[in-house]
């Protein structure tokens, strides 16, 4: 079985279009655990609109990953948990880091970042160079579901230029979210633009945390090595605030 870290997944019950109650959260942590996930970084929608979320704190959002992480362990003790956030780039970015209330992976400087998926590239640049300047590592959000990344993928290179990392979406992989991204989602795979695939989980029956089968679609396609360093070496480090 293959053994992977999911650094991505909506998995926080009741705050955002994920899981709807712990019972689901449960249910989806339980998918994760059979399919070989050890780790797992809750990220659910933060300043995004329309998003129960958006009017939760930092400290809101903590708070519920404390209490939902105790319930977490007693049904599995052995899958390892962390708060984290996807964080929708907004223009005020400079100002959310200046109130302490920016959400990173598990407290590193590696910060999950998404825009809107008909965003304009000027602007995602301007949130990861100002997330930059402030010492943060960005992770930009399955990159290849935006359609500016869509209609120009060369354009990673400026992001990449930024600083910036690539998350990969493993239900992209599978032509889940529509042959333009499934296309781009290849694209960074075959020339080793991206530093994960996660799951960006977001129910028991769709878009669900099982990295298993997109494992060993990489481990086939390319080789069992790259496999492991997008789904264990490369989100273990960053976990870890390692330099990746």
Not at 39 to 59: E, F, N, W
Not at 193 to 198: D, K
């Amino acid at each position: 079985m293959s053994v992977t870290v999911d650094l991505h997944t909506h998995i926080l019950p009741a705050v955002d279009d994920g899981a709807e109650d712990v019972s689901e959260a449960i249910q989806m942590l339980q998918i994760a655990a059979a399919n070989g996930t050890t780790d797992i970084v809750l990220t659910p929608h933060y300043l995004a609109r329309g998003m129960r979320s958006t009017q939760m704190s930092k400290a809101d959002l903590e708070r519920m990953f404390g209490l939902f992480k105790e319930v977490a362990a007693q049904n599995f003790p052995k899958l390892n948990l962390y708060m984290g956030a996807e964080v929708f780039g907004v223009n005020n970015i400079e100002e959310v880091i200046a109130d302490g209330q920016l959400i990173t992976l598990n407290n590193t400087e590696y910060c999950l970042v998404e825009f809107g998926f008909r965003d304009h590239l000027q602007r995602a640049l301007g949130v990861l160079d100002a997330l930059a300047r402030d010492g943060y590592k960005p992770i930009v959000a399955h990159p290849e579901r935006y359609e500016f990344i869509q209609d120009q993928p060369r354009d990673v290179f400026r992001m990449l230029d930024k600083g910036a990392l690539l998350q990969v979406n493993h239900t992209s992989l599978e032509g889940l979210s529509g042959i333009e991204a499934q296309d781009v989602a290849m694209l960074l795979i075959e020339n080793n633009l991206a530093i994960c695939i996660s799951s960006d989980a977001h129910s028991t029956f769709q878009r669900t945390p099982d990295l298993s089968e997109a494992y060993e679609f990489i481990s086939s396609t390319f080789s069992p090595e790259y496999a492991e360093d997008l789904f264990f070496n490369n989100p273990k480090a960053i976990l870890k605030g390692k330099k990746v």
